[in-house]
């Protein structure tokens, strides 16, 4: 009656210096399994006219921050697969919803740390790009919420009447959803250089 998709990771490092069998590995455990779960219970939801899905994506689906792109780009294809599959399967009356979540209390953060594109030394090209990276995931951590919070989000999608498209937790998350929204992109590159501590031309070799 109810599939949820939260199994997940994110593969940190610069797009350029990711290897593929890692930012592959990163769309399989993030993407495409949650595909494949979602094919395997179609069938049966359709032949009893009901069923929910509920996808757990991140704010990281709807904007792309630096050494986390491979991530961001499994999330944003987590999304667009659930806004196409909610119309596809709605005639069968099947509920597809998306839950959002910023920084939530778990091993995500520890979990980056020990894969192999968070390995860097100062003859990196990236280099500048980790001097200041223990202070920015302290910062977002201190925006986090706590995992119980989001299991009432993915309860509340999984019970509800008429469950919304999307479910965003925490005020990061709904910030960040909001200027994405408003804001042209430009600024929204300037806010995230800063907050991330993405280093200018002089600091590059």
Request: charge should be neutral; include cysteine.
């Given at each position: ?23 592959r ?58 806004d ?95 200027a ?18 993405v280093?200018?031309?002089?600091q590059?070799?």
């Amino acid at each position: 009656d109810i599939l949820v998709n939260n199994a997940g990771y994110g593969e940190p490092g610069p797009v350029e210096t990711v290897a593929p069998d890692d930012y592959r590995r990163q769309f399989e455990v993030n993407f495409f399994a949650p595909a494949e779960l979602i094919r395997a219970v179609l069938p049966i939801m359709r032949r009893q006219r009901s069923g929910r899905i509920v996808n757990v994506s991140s704010v990281a689906g709807r904007f792309g921050y630096p050494l986390f792109g491979w991530y961001c780009a499994s999330k944003h294809a987590l999304e667009a697969l659930s806004d196409a599959l909610r119309m596809e399967v709605r005639p069968w009356g099947i509920d597809v919803a998306l839950i959002e979540p910023g920084p939530v209390e778990t091993e995500f953060f520890e979990v980056a740390k020990e894969r192999p594109g968070a390995e860097h030394d100062d003859a990196h090209p990236y280099a500048p790009f980790f001097e200041h990276i223990d202070e920015v995931e302290a910062e977002i951590r201190k925006q986090g919420t706590t995992a119980d919070k989001i299991a009432q989000q993915i309860l509340a999608a999984c019970t509800a009447r008429r469950p919304r498209d999307r479910y965003v937790s925490t005020f990061m998350a709904k910030s960040t959803i909001w200027a994405v929204k408003l804001m042209p992109r430009r600024w929204l590159d300037r806010i995230a250089a800063r907050q991330f501590r993405v280093p200018g031309p002089e600091q590059v070799r």
